[in-house]
């Protein structure tokens, strides 16, 4: 013990480890506020939280498990991207293959699942919030916040759905992209769309509304394959991380968790 | 009131070059707007980058060969898959109906033996005529504009689409008369 004791003054003595970390020990309540503020990570959450904020049966922990799940979903989604092409050709074919014959073929099944949980507890976050009266001043604001988060969760499950494209995938996105169908002005069998025509003309048809500009064509076909494997894995993850940065520092801003009334 | 202390007059009259106010207000005024034009443009530029100019899709419309190669009596399936439509020939003539299911989108089956067309995703039913008749779908199937090319062929537009509850099957192009 003695050597290990050792080992650890000296590492704490050099210049690289004071270059990394510029506080003492963590071993005074100053020190361990220095610990969370000094980094980059660690200072979008209090440097104190309430007893209350860690009571299981009143956060039931579930925007921390919902973060959790993401991170679950940002590392097997990495890897599954190494096997997966988002084209016609391939994609059914290498959804098979990272389950038969990829090591360690749980790993499509992880992300399916994480994601599916991910949906629950990112509810369940929103009720635990609800019931609590979380929402109210100051804290409104991270309830907008949040709302969106949830929308995002959604489109992530609703374009990671149409990916391994199978039967399930092209039917359930084709029904699902009708709806955008009827968006205000922009859709073609929306309201409005009627009045957006020079003449006889329409502006707004099944070839240019917001429909065509989700899937990248009239139909589900390899166009919104692609277009929606980029949106699953770079555009919405990128949206969601920023707001969640957002999120988890007003979370702190706003004075901590809220505590029982 | 006296001149500064240390600074002539003719001082200011000799740098011209200096920015006055109304000046720099002016400059800053054209400066932003140019910007927000730049960025305005590039938004609308970005946007319509999203809508691709040629599509590997089939085209809206195409020639489905002579009406006497549709039989009479028949719901003629050989352009299903490829243009996404059902010709049918009845005693009077041929219409085109399209093969997407008026509850949700999906392609409906021609089931011969039963005599319907029955959608698999949520069991609508259609006759042969498009009338929906059991099932969530609220409409008939649509029709697509059918008439004959100069070469004698039967040309199919899926631009324009008749829907049965608006009246619009009894427009000539909605049937070809045979």
Redesign the interface.
Known sequence: MAVLKKLWDYTRNTQLWNSIFRHGPPDTARNRGLVVLTNVFLHLHPVKVRRSGIRLRFTWCMGGITFFLFLVEVATGLLLMFYYHPTVEYAYVDIVDLREQVPLGVMRELHRWGAHAMVITVWLHMLRVFMTGSYKPPREFNWNVGVLLLVLTLLLSFTGYLLPWDQLAM?AV??GS?MARATPLLGHEGPGSSLLKIGDISLI?A??DAR??LL????V???ALLRFYVLHCVGIPVVAIILMAVHFWRVRKDGGISGPV | MAAAPGKPASAQAATPSVMTRRGFLSTLGVAWTAFAAACAAGAVATTRF???NV???PP?QFKAGLPADFQTGTVDQRYKESF?VFIVRDEQGIYVLRAVCTH???TPNWLEAENKFKCP?HGSGFYRSGINYEGPAPRPLERYRIVLADDGQILIDK?KIFAQEKGEWSSPDSFLKV
Do not use: D, I
Not at chain 1, 216 to 219: E, I, K, V
């Open positions: 039917w084709t029904v009708n048809n070839g240019n065509f500009a990248g064509g009239r139909f076909g390899a166009g | 999203m809508f691709p599509l590997f899709e809206q996404g949700l989108g999906c995703c631009t």
